[in-house]
Each structure stands twice: as C-alpha cells, then as structure tokens.
T-cell receptor
Framework: DAGVIQSPRHEVTEMGQEVTLRCKPI?????LFWYRQTMMRGLELLIY????????DSGMPEDRFSAKMPNASFSTLKIQPSEPRDSAVYFC????????????FGPGTRLTVT | QKEVEQNSGPLSVPEGAIASLNCTYS??????FFWYRQYSGKSPELIMF????GDKEDGRFTAQLNKASQYVSLLIRDSQPSDSATYLC???????????????FGIGTKLQVIP
C-alpha cells in the first residue's frame, strides 16, 4: 500500500497567487481530512469528507480556502489569493468508515507564502 | 478553554525512565481518545487508542483514561532516545445522530529522552 500521497511536498509562492494542494487517499478509505499545522495553533482540522461529500467545513478559515473531492481517489485544497499567514504544513489524512478512527496521514505539504 | 489541552513541554527524561504525558479535554461527551507520535519534520502516526476507563497496555506504552476527571495520559516505560518526538492527544466526539465524529487535536507535548 502506497499510503496517503500528497503533492507538492514543498511550495513557495508570492502573496496573492493561487495555490493548489493535492491528495490521494489510501484505496478503500472513505473518509478524508485536510489539516493545517503551525507552531502556534497546532494541528487544526480544515475540512472532512465522507464518501466524497463534505461533512464538516467549519475549520476552513475563510472564503479564500476551498476544497473538493471529485472522486474517491483525489482531493484538492485551494487557496486563492494566498497570504503570508497561510504559511504552514498542510496534511491530508484518510481513514476507513465514517468518522475518524485510525487516521493515516500523508507526508504533508510545506507552504511558504512570501 | 481549549477543547484539548496539553503542556507543550519540552518534557525531558533520562534514558530508561518512565515518561508521563498528560492531556485534558473539555467535552464530557467525548467517546474515543488517541495518542499520535510525530517526529520532527514528519507526519503524525497513531500509537495508541482507548475508549474505556482504565489502562490499556501495548508493549512499552500504556494509555490511561479517566472520564470522570476528563483526562487521558500516556506512559512510556524504559524510554529510549528514539522515543524523542512530539506526542499529540486527539479526542473524538460524536457530533450528531448521523455518526459524524469530530476530531480535535491538542497542541502536542515535545518529549526529549536524554541518553
């Protein structure tokens, strides 16, 4: 099993640019989570999908953030326009079943907005 | 009050000692409790989960849950330098009748095991 795959691993962009992060969950997992991790705020849940449907997006900070899951094997998190305060590590995780039993995390995308 | 609270540390223990990591949570309806380990620059990985009051042991790790006092702890016996990492406490809460379980993570406690 390849595990959760995320791309890119590192992204450096200028303020105002659009950023798209990608995730491929583990095959057979029907729950997908996007997290953001910073030193100050720790690991924060941004959005949770179950069977490709967004269930909880209460953690999405503002309208600049959007996430999609067009099929069971792919999800994107988009930031437009990006701001320096968006700099963080973004993790995608997947799990079996509804909810959040054992979550398997991807390697993360380190985003730097200058 | 934060939903899940942990001391960020660092917690320093000598090699071979017992490391005790603590976590408190605010919602009495919380159902499930998890400990994740995160090495520097890596992603979190699950090491223990516990659902019922009491102790659960797995090798050198013991998770302890006290729902009345709303705390969960992780004990690491015979600590090794390879245990040096940040330990994240995570708490599930069933949000509605549909079964959605919201996960909230603590800030994590950084553990340093000194050789």
């Amino acid at each position: 099993d390849a595990g959760v795959i995320q791309s890119p691993r590192h992204e450096v962009t200028e303020m105002g640019q659009e950023v798209t992060l990608r995730c491929k969950p583990i095959s057979g997992h029907n729950s997908l989570f996007w997290y953001r991790q910073t030193m100050m705020r720790g690991l924060e849940l941004l959005i949770y999908f179950n069977n490709n449907v967004p269930i909880d997006d209460s953690g999405m900070p503002e309208d600049r953030f959007s996430a999609k899951m067009p099929n069971a094997s792919f999800s994107t998190l988009k930031i437009q326009p990006s701001e320096p305060r968006d700099s963080a590590v973004y993790f995608c995780a997947s799990s079996r079943g509804q909810g959040a039993h054992e979550q398997y995390f991807g390697p993360g995308t380190r985003l730097t907005v200058t | 009050q934060k939903e899940v609270e942990q001391n960020s540390g660092p917690l320093s223990v000598p090699e071979g000692a017992i490391a005790s990591l603590n976590c408190t949570y605010s919602d009495r309806g919380s159902q499930s409790f998890f400990w994740y380990r995160q090495y520097s620059g890596k992603s979190p990985e699950l090491i223990m989960f516990i659902y019922s009051n009491g102790d659960k042991e797995d090798g050198r790790f013991t998770a302890q849950l006290n729902k009345a006092s709303q705390y969960v702890s992780l004990l690491i016996r015979d600590s090794q330098p390879s245990d040096s990492a940040t330990y994240l406490c995570a708490v599930n809460l069933i949000m509605n009748s549909g079964g959605y379980q919201k996960v909230t993570f603590g800030i994590g406690t950084k553990l340093q095991v000194i050789p």
